[in-house]
């Protein structure tokens, strides 16, 4: 099946820094999706990206599908921006739909 | 509703015992998938429904997990004989179907996760 890997594992900023999350995977996808999954569990739509860029607010991302990597970009960081962030993909290839392939995720804690 | 709802939102059960999860897709949502997420870890895709269609089963991982879904609404997950592995969070997320020149695909688009229920089996 396809491979999704996200770095940094851990990342933990001061309030009002930026940062950058990554997602590489391995194979051409009809869906990808990044989440926040906040301290309750809940996992909050952030972008739906199989390619291009978008903005909203204080968060943006980039997909590159032709080198198959998604950037998450968070902006003015606060604290309840912490959680972990997953990238999701529903991979092109097969007759079949297989839901979508999570990466382990980044865990970001923003520091008062 | 506005969203995906699932019940219970909590589970204990015994090993050994059988459990059923709930889960009310978005109206309209014709795509329904179920999602296991054990403690830190990501989401482990189990089953699918489209519409009417027989489901996707491929990720179920065992014979004690089987679905059902009632028309294009909602799914029961039934779990047999519980085991203490089987404890994890069960989401449930749906969407609309792709639609390219007015033939439905099997890929998805968007999908929308529900609160979840944490099964815990003793």
């Known amino acids: 099946g396809i491979q999704v890997e996200q770095s940094p594992p851990d990342l933990i900023l001061q309030e009002g820094a930026n940062s950058t999350l990554r997602c590489n995977f391995s194979d051409s996808v009809n869906n990808l999706q990044w989440f926040h999954q906040n301290p309750w569990g809940q996992l909050i739509n952030l972008f739906y990206?199989?390619?291009g860029t978008k903005q909203n607010g204080r968060l943006s991302a980039t997909t590159v599908a032709t080198e198959r990597y998604s950037l998450l970009y968070i902006s003015s960081s606060q604290t309840t921006d912490s959680g972990v962030y997953f990238c999701?993909?529903?991979?092109?290839?097969?007759?079949?739909?297989?839901?979508?392939?999570f990466g382990k995720g980044t865990h970001l804690i923003i520091q008062p | 509703g506005a969203g995906v709802s699932q019940s219970p939102s909590n589970k204990v059960t015994e090993k050994g015992k059988d459990v059923e999860l709930r889960c009310d897709p978005i109206s309209g949502h014709t795509a329904l998938y179920w999602y296991r997420q054990r403690l830190g870890q990501g989401l482990e895709f189990l089953i699918y429904f489209q519409g009417n269609s027989a489901p996707d089963k491929s990720g179920l991982p065992s014979d004690r997990f089987s679905a059902e879904r009632t028309g294009e609404s909602v799914s029961t997950l039934t779990i047999q004989r519980t085991q203490q592995e089987d404890s994890a969070v069960y989401l449930c997320?749906?969407?609309?179907?792709?639609?390219?020149?007015?033939?439905?695909?099997?890929?998805?688009?968007?999908?929308?996760f529900g609160p979840g229920t944490r099964l815990t089996v003793t």
């Open positions: 999701a993909v529903e991979r092109r290839s097969g007759g079949g739909a297989d839901g979508l392939t």
């Open positions: 990206i199989p390619s």
């Open positions: 997320a749906s969407s609309l179907p792709k639609r390219t020149s007015g033939v439905l695909l099997k890929s998805s688009y968007e999908q929308y």
